[in-house]
């Protein structure tokens, strides 16, 4: 049984790593996908919740409401992974992209990696991958 990691980020490129996700995948198969709310995301919300005079609940509010959506967008993948009996694991992180990473498939045994090469990946997919590879023994795909 293979286990995939996917870094999603709601781009048309993550959806497109989804749908090679599904290509590689078999009957019994895991595939995890990690949505990553990175720093200056993080920041921005913050700033713009404190700026209207909201604090720590309303910032809770925003980030439950970027993970909805982040499930929301993922329903018909998951759909499509229950009918081939795939099963389908969901993260949400926040902090730094390279450590959440690096983190992640430390801690996690995985057969491939599937990182789009979109906005939130693009400038940061040099280190990112430098990093994986240094720790990582497996298959990486990056997503164009």
């Known amino acids: 049984m293979r286990r995939t990691l996917i870094f999603f980020d709601g781009t048309d490129l993550s959806i497109k790593a989804l749908n090679h996700a599904l290509a590689f995948s078999d009957k019994g198969d895991t595939i995890n996908v990690m949505y990553i ?3 200056v995301t993080y920041d921005n919300i913050k700033k ?6 909201g604090g720590e609940h309303e910032l809770h509010r925003a980030l439950t409401e970027f993970e909805h959506r982040f499930r929301k967008q993922l329903s018909i ?3 499509q992974c229950r009918e ?11 902090g730094n992209v390279e450590d ?4 992640e498939i430390t ?8 990182i789009p090469y979109s906005a939130i990946y693009k400038g ?3 280190p ?17």
């Not at 713009?48 to 005079?53: D, E, K, M, R």
């Not at 081939?84 to 926040?94: D, L, P, W």
């Not at 959440?100 to 983190?103: N, P």
Request: hydrophobic share 45%; aromatic share 8%.
């Open 37 to 39: 709310v990175d720093e």
């Open 48 to 53: 713009g919740i404190s700026s209207i005079g």
């Open 77 to 79: 993948f998951m759909q």
């Open 84 to 94: 081939r009996a795939i099963e389908v694991h969901t993260k949400f992180k926040v």
């Open 100 to 103: 959440e990473v690096v983190k």
């Open 107 to 114: 801690e996690n045994k995985y057969d491939l990696i599937i």
């Open 124 to 126: 940061k997919i040099i």
């Open 128 to 144: 990112i991958l430098s990093r994986i590879l240094s720790s990582y023994e497996g298959n990486v795909l990056i997503v164009k």
